[in-house]
């Protein structure tokens, strides 16, 4: 009888362990069900995803310094070539130029009033000329900011009888602002001028 005693307690002692070992480890599985669940939320937080042809494309979010440098070369390239990319047409130009203003402050509009009161723009029109820039290369200091920078480029001036080349250098400065539609890159231009604009050929049509 004791000896049956002595096994009921043991079988019980066995049942107990088996059971807390169940529970700890059914605790354990949920614990680690609960932290995989929050890291795939994260995870999914820090996505994008875009719809591309009819198919959804994951981009990866990344902090705006990772491109920095990149987003504010295509920026200034951006810049000057809707400022200096014209055609005969009024309509047009204002198009262009105004997407241009967009980026730079009123370094950028005084220039603008100054040729359009020196009739520039009116001779393009009536002159039947178009004009169009090739951006070269473009240096941005990212050590402080504003973020100065420096652009070299080549502009065309195609007129019914000629085509002339252009240097074209400008210089100014970067400052952050607020993204937008109008300034995807949320940078603004400023102290913008031309360092060097001077006719390096000319060729006859």
């Known amino acids: 009888m004791f000896r049956k ?11 107990r362990l088996f059971a807390l070992v169940s529970v700890i480890g059914c605790l354990m599985f949920a614990a680690f069900v609960t932290y995989r669940s929050y890291q795939l939320a994260a995870q999914t937080e820090s996505k ?16 705006k310094r990772d491109n920095l440098l990149v987003e504010a070369k295509d ?7 809707y400022f200096f990319t014209l055609d005969p047409d009024d ?21 603008y ?8 723009y009116t001779g393009i029109i009536s002159g039947n000329v178009s004009q169009k820039v090739r951006i ?29 080349t252009r240097s074209l250098v400008t210089e100014g400065a970067l400052r952050l602002v607020a993204r937008s539609d109008h300034n995807p890159h949320g940078f603004l231009i400023e102290r913008w001028r031309t360092l060097e604009n001077k006719d390096l050929k000319t060729e006859n049509r």
Not at 75 to 81: G, Q, S, V
Not at 91 to 111: Q, R
Request: hydrophobic share 45%; proline share 2%.
């Open 136 to 164: 070269d290369s473009v240096w941005v200091n990212l050590e402080e900011q504003p973020f100065q920078f420096r652009c070299w480029g080549v502009q065309e001036i195609i007129r019914p009888t000629a085509i002339i």
């Open 75 to 81: 920026h200034i390239r951006t810049f000057h070539e």
């Open 48 to 63: 994008v995803y875009i719809l591309a042809a009819g198919k959804a494309m994951e981009a990866f979010a990344s902090n």
């Open 5 to 15: 005693s002595r096994n009921l307690e043991t079988a019980f002692q066995q049942v």
């Open 113 to 120: 009033e100054s040729l359009k009161e020196n009739n520039y």
């Open 91 to 111: 309509e047009a130009i204002k198009a262009t130029i105004t997407k241009a203003l967009y980026l730079a402050d009123g370094s950028a509009k005084s220039l």
